[in-house]
């Protein structure tokens, strides 16, 4: 085992957050959930999401979200109703902010079709006025700084899987499935997503 996997495993401090819409929970992010508790061994790992609703992108309610998540294996302490996932001080407010370090887990693909992730390639990102911004890129354990001084963003992988014989890897692609589905289509989808992943 390398030093730097002792660092990452064994670090009792450290918060990780997934956040997200999860519009609907799918087998995709129940195996980036797993990734994440198995990658930081030790740390304490949350799932944050609103309760923000709308007929077309976000049709679920938190609580409908959260039965996903509970239906696929994940403890239901550790999914949070947030106002704003990125930020998630519901859950950031539970710890010492001098001696938690948070870490944020975005996807590959967020990361890069969203700019506020984005990253200069070595260093620290900066402000205008030349001050490192509050949200960094995740630099690993051993040169972290705790809560009070940043919080960091973590890319995690995007896994494909399948429904009913189609690739999928996202949930952007299962509500179109959801939405195209006759009832005997829309019972095998929504069976595979309930299936149990972590």
Do not use: C
Request: no cysteine.
């Amino acid at each position: 085992m390398r030093l730097f996997d002792l660092f990452e495993n064994e670090n009792t401090n450290l918060l990780v957050v997934y956040p997200g819409r999860f519009h609907p929970f799918h087998v995709g992010h129940g195996k980036v959930f797993k990734y994440l508790k198995k990658k930081y061994n030790g740390a304490k790992v949350y799932i944050a999401s609103s309760g923000k609703t709308d007929a077309h992108k976000s049709p679920f309610s938190f609580d409908e979200k959260k039965k996903m998540m509970m239906l696929a294996g994940v403890d239901p302490n550790a999914v949070v109703l947030t106002n704003i996932p990125y930020v998630a001080s519901e859950i950031t407010d539970r710890y010492d902010p001098d001696t938690t370090v948070v870490v944020y887990a975005v996807s590959e693909k967020d990361m890069s079709d969203d700019p506020r992730f984005d990253f200069p390639p070595t260093g620290l990102k900066m402000k205008e006025n030349g001050e490192p911004r509050y949200i960094q890129l995740w630099p690993g354990i051993a040169n972290a700084k705790p809560l009070r001084n940043h919080s960091y963003i973590v890319t995690v992988p995007t896994f494909t899987f399948s429904i009913r014989g189609k690739a999928v890897n996202s949930a952007t692609q299962i509500r179109n499935m959801i939405g195209n589905a006759d009832e005997t289509e829309l019972l095998q989808i929504l069976h595979f997503l309930t299936q149990k992943e972590i």
